[in-house]
């Protein structure tokens, strides 16, 4: 039997999972920096090179700007990624991979109502000056100044190649870590279980990734543009052009070391706690359900461990 990780989160019975298992979540200003940097004049060589130069410059707390944004969303975003994933796949009515899929997919597409301004509002102030001259004091006040000289269009800025992004990246993170789990045959009594659930979710955050990583870097290149200059580009397909013409292929991988390096622990770690936690909470509902009912002290046959296909 395989994992049957987070069954019946969304019907209201668990409310599960830590935002940092969705894979867009939090992301390093060194992530966003090398993707939007200016390519004639390069400020960084490299990832090392440019987490160097923020704790130089910045201290180490230049890697963690913009973190409110995505924190102040978190709680939403799991709401509606979770809840959406298992009503999703409870009326598709059966438990596959093309559905799990689907559902995934569904969730992703919803929750960039919130993920989209979120991440407008962590790109620009991974993106502004440190000191006195910062033109936003932080997440909330991004957002505020936004709306004042751009209205409800400049909230949503992004929201398109968001969709584009997040859409088949959530299908692809689902459907990994459900395919994998079973693959390996994740069994409540099997003593390598946690190694198995950290490699299943590393790897499906991952891929999940590298599915789509491309468009993550248009869409940083469109929250970021005319923040440091005139405004360079038309739409998504004009973002894709130009950026090619100027620099070719390679710059769809701009950022993705530090990304893939970031996405296995914490992807590995969410989903291997939220698992086990949920196996053992259900195991002793498991129990509790079964004494109320007997009137007598009873153990649950064989605990089942929840899987990402019935969520």
């Not at 130069?53 to 924190?71: A, F, M, R, T």
């Not at 190694?195 to 990734?209: D, E, F, N, V």
């Amino acid at each position: 039997m395989a994992l049957d990780f987070l069954a019946g989160c969304a019907g209201g019975q668990e409310n599960c999972c830590s935002g940092s298992a969705c894979p867009c979540s939090l992301t390093l200003p060194l992530q966003v920096r090398l993707q939007v940097q200016n390519t004639e004049k390069p400020q960084y060589r490299g990832t090392l090179h440019c987490f160097q130069s923020i704790i130089k410059q910045e201290s180490v707390l230049g890697l963690y700007k913009g973190l409110g944004s995505p924190l102040m969303g978190l709680t939403f975003i799991n709401a509606l990624v979770f809840g959406v994933q298992g009503n999703t796949l409870r009326a598709l009515g059966q438990d596959s991979p093309l559905n799990q899929f689907l559902a995934g997919a569904a969730a992703g597409a919803i929750q960039c109502v919130i993920c989209c301004p979120m991440e407008l509002a962590k790109t620009r102030l991974q993106l502004q000056d440190a000191g006195p001259a910062r033109t936003y004091k932080g997440s909330l006040d991004c957002l505020v100044q936004i709306y004042r000289h751009e209205g409800l269009r400049g909230i949503n800025r992004g929201m398109v190649s968001t969709l584009l992004r997040e859409t088949p990246s959530f299908g692809v993170y689902f459907l990994t870590y459900d395919v994998l789990t079973r693959a390996m045959g994740c069994e409540p009594d099997d003593r390598l279980l946690v190694p198995k659930l950290l490699l299943a979710g590393g790897t499906s955050g991952i891929t999940s990734w590298l599915s789509t990583y491309p468009m993550d870097v248009v869409k940083s290149r469109l929250q970021a543009d005319g923040l440091q200059g005139a405004p360079r580009y038309r739409g998504i397909v004009d973002c894709m052009r130009q950026s090619y013409q100027a620099e070719g292929w390679r710059v769809f991988t701009r950022g993705l070391a530090s990304t893939l390096l970031r996405a296995f622990p914490v992807n590995a770690a969410t989903f291997a706690t939220v698992t086990v936690v949920l196996t053992y909470t259900r195991g002793e509902e498991a129990q509790l359900d079964s004494e109320a009912v007997s009137g007598t002290s009873a153990t649950p046959a064989g605990a089942a461990l929840a899987q990402p296909s019935r969520l």
